[in-house]
C-alpha cells in the first residue's frame, strides 16, 4: 500500500486538517509555505490523469475542490492561496498517489505561470 494510502487509511497516524467522503486533507511534511496542505483522494489513482480517466472523476474532483475551499476557510487563506498538482515525473511528481497542494499563507511571488 502506498504512503498517502496508509495516511488515509488512519494506518499513520496524521493530523487531519479536513475530511469528506472522497477526500483526506492534511499538512506536508515538508512545508513550501506557511500554510501548506496536501488534497488527497481517499482512493489510490496514480496521478490526476488517472483520476480523470475513472468515472469517479466527476464526483472527486468536486470533492477536491470544496475541501480546498474549506482549508482555505480553516487556515485563513481565502485572501489567496494556490492549488497545484504535480502530473507524472516530467510534472514533478514525486508520490504517485494523486495529490493537490494547497499553498498560502505568504504573498506567493515565485510565480511561473
Ligand atoms: P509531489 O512532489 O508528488 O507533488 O508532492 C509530494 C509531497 O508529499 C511533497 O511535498 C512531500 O513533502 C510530501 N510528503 C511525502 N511523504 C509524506 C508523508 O509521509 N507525510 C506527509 N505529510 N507529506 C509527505
Ligand atoms: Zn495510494
Redesign the pocket.
Known amino acids: 500500500m502506498c504512503?498517502f494510502c496508509k495516511?488515509a487509511q488512519k494506518e499513520?497516524p496524521?493530523t487531519v486538517v479536513f475530511e469528506n467522503e472522497d477526500v483526506i486533507c492534511?499538512?506536508?511534511?515538508?512545508p513550501?509555505a506557511p500554510v501548506?496542505v496536501?488534497i488527497v483522494p481517499k482512493k489510490h489513482y496514480e496521478d490526476a490523469l488517472a483520476l480523470t480517466a475513472s468515472e469517479d472523476a466527476e464526483k472527486v474532483l468536486g470533492s477536491v475542490f470544496r475541501a480546498a475551499a474549506k482549508v482555505a476557510e480553516l487556515t485563513g487563506t481565502q485572501d489567496g492561496f494556490r492549488l497545484?498538482?504535480?502530473c507524472r515525473e516530467k510534472g514533478?511528481?514525486?508520490?504517485m498517489h494523486v495529490?493537490f497542494?494547497l499553498i498560502g499563507g505568504a504573498t506567493l511571488s515565485e510565480k511561473i505561470i
Open positions: 504512503i495516511i499513520i496524521t492534511f499538512n506536508d511534511i515538508h513550501a501548506h496536501l497545484i498538482n504535480n514533478g511528481q514525486t508520490v495529490h497542494h
